[in-house]
């Protein structure tokens, strides 16, 4: 899991450290504590903890601030920790000097998640060109390796703005 995790603004990587290293190093280099990883992570209950080429792997345990009114994970839970798994497994083929974004991803549901659950979520890269990327995601139990959800995402590779 992410070593240290940024508190605020000035934790986070700065355009320098972004553009420095290819986005596989620089996944690397956040699990390895060298960066900070996202405040989300810890928002939300869940980190990287595997990183490959054209693979990342997150962990996470929802618990009760991720609820609906009904009593259930919140839809919007699956949806970030797919996001951040499927973009990051992107971001590992992204060249030095580029960034990426989410231009689009769809979740489906497969099954609720009991609060409490410990749960992989595994990102894998599908195509990489030099504009686009397409990853596709799962949410399994640790324990149990039930699936719970998966997903898919589009994401658009570009050159990194001048420093900000």
């Not at 989300?40 to 997150?58: A, E, K, R, S």
């Not at 919007?76 to 689009?104: H, Q, R």
């Not at 397409?134 to 590779?157: K, N």
Request: aromatic share 8%; net charge neutral; glycine share 12%.
């Amino acid at each position: 899991m992410v070593q240290k995790v940024a508190q605020s603004f000035e934790d986070l990587a700065d355009w320098g450290d972004l553009t420095a290293r290819s986005g596989f190093e620089f996944m690397q280099d956040m699990i390895a504590g060298r960066l900070a990883g996202p405040p989300i992570g810890t928002t939300l209950g869940f980190g990287p903890t595997q990183v490959d080429d054209g693979l990342v792997i997150f962990e996470g345990i929802p618990e009760f601030r991720a609820t609906n009114p009904m009593r259930g994970l919140h839809g919007g839970w699956y949806g970030a920790i797919l996001d951040s798994c499927m973009g990051c497994a992107v971001m590992t083929k992204v060249p030095k000097g580029s960034i990426y974004t989410t231009l689009e991803y769809k979740v489906n549901i497969t099954r609720a998640l009991p609060l409490g659950t410990k749960v992989k979520a595994i990102g894998t890269v599908t195509h990489a060109g030099r504009s686009t990327s397409v990853a596709t995601g799962e949410v399994r139990g640790l324990d149990d390796d039930r699936l719970y959800a998966t997903g898919s995402t589009t994401c658009m590779i570009m050159p990194a703005p001048a420093a900000r």
